[in-house]
């Protein structure tokens, strides 16, 4: 298994800033992508953030410009650099990683257990 580990979540004032953190651990043989999705409250999970291996990004057009994803890959983790914030930013947010753990041959998806950001006054 994958563990992903989140931090780095809170309550920040519209405009504000915050990073969010995932650590990764397990026996890991590659990991293909890292990323960050969504959900806010009643809402479905939506991609927020994606960081390729290659290190190809994508965001959704919500953030574009507000936030940065970023890796380091000696500590096995993924970051979510978030500024600009807004009150719609408010959600759980939940890392994922696609990896493929060693000795296994299939690339599987894993999440961690969610951190909530609120953006209120």
């Known amino acids: 298994q994958v563990q992903l580990v989140e931090s780095g979540g809170g309550l920040v004032q519209p405009g504000g800033s915050l990073r969010l953190s995932c650590a990764s651990s397990?026996?890991?043989?590659?990991?293909?992508?890292m990323g960050w999705y969504r959900q806010p409250t009643g809402k479905a999970r939506e991609l927020v953030a994606r960081?390729?291996?290659?290190?190809?990004?994508n965001y959704a057009d919500s953030v574009k410009g507000r936030f940065t994803i970023s890796r380091d890959n000696a500590k096995n983790t993924v970051y979510l650099q978030m500024n600009s914030l807004r009150p719609e930013d408010t959600a759980d947010y939940y890392c994922?990683?696609?990896?493929?753990?060693?000795?296994?041959?299939?690339?599987?998806?894993?999440w961690g257990q969610g951190t909530q950001v609120t953006v209120s006054s």
């Open positions: 397990g026996r890991i043989f590659s990991i293909k992508s």
């Open positions: 994922t990683a696609t990896a493929r753990l060693l000795g296994d041959l299939v690339l599987r998806d894993y």
């Open positions: 960081l390729t291996s290659d290190a190809n990004t």
